[in-house]
Structures are given as C-alpha cells and as structure tokens.
C-alpha cells in the first residue's frame, strides 16, 4: 500500500508564491513518477507537472512553464511543487498521485486547496 499527504495549500494573492509538498510512505518502486493535477470547481482534473524519481527529468503543462517548478527529496521521499507568479487561474485543488512505473497514476493523495485571490 501507498500513502500520499500533501500540504502547503492555502489563500495567496496573485503574484505570490506557495510551496505544495506531497510525502509518500509505503511500498517502493524501482522506476517511479510523481505527478501533481489539479481540479478547479466545475472543471476535469488535469496534468500539472511530474518528476521521474529515478532520473529527476521532469515536465510541465504549457500553463505553468517558467512559474511552476517540481523537484523531490530522494532521503524524505517527498515531492514539492513550488509555484511562483500565482495567477486566479490556478486556484483548484491539487493532487499529487504516484505511477509505479511511469505509466498509469495508481496511487493519489487527499489533495489540498489552493486560492489565488486576485
């Protein structure tokens, strides 16, 4: 079993800055992805970004390229999502979720709020 808890959502203004951390606990995978999504109220959830564990490659939506940056601590087996020049358009909810191999995304987190006042 796999467990993913993130943290660092909360209001900021636009231009901030949060940091959204997703801690992963349980099973362990040689090949691993890490992803983050988002839901915005009314919208599909979509792809933020995501970070091969194992190489550290990573890939952004359009949207958030040169804002959003994803990284990960190998010794916490946690995943950041640092986000800067917030916009209204991001606030939503934020998942992050796990593909064991690096195909489909099995495992996922509660997810944690993020508002963007402008």
């Known amino acids: 079993q796999v467990q993913l808890v993130e943290s660092g959502g909360g209001l900021e203004q636009a231009g901030g800055s949060l940091r959204l951390s997703c801690a992963a606990s349980?099973?362990?995978?040689?090949?691993?992805?890490m992803g983050w999504f988002r839901q915005a109220p009314g919208k599909e959830r979509e792809f933020v970004a995501k970070i091969s564990w194992s190489t550290g490659s990573t890939y952004y939506t359009d949207s958030v390229k040169g804002r959003f940056t994803i990284s990960r601590d190998n010794a916490k087996t946690t995943v950041y999502l640092q986000m800067n020049s917030l916009k209204p358009e991001d606030t939503a909810v934020y998942y992050c979720?796990?593909?064991?191999?690096?195909?489909?995304?099995?495992?996922w987190g509660q997810g944690t709020q993020v508002t963007v006042s402008s």
């Open positions: 349980g099973r362990t995978f040689s090949q691993p992805v």
């Open positions: 979720a796990l593909a064991p191999v690096g195909l489909t995304y099995d495992y």
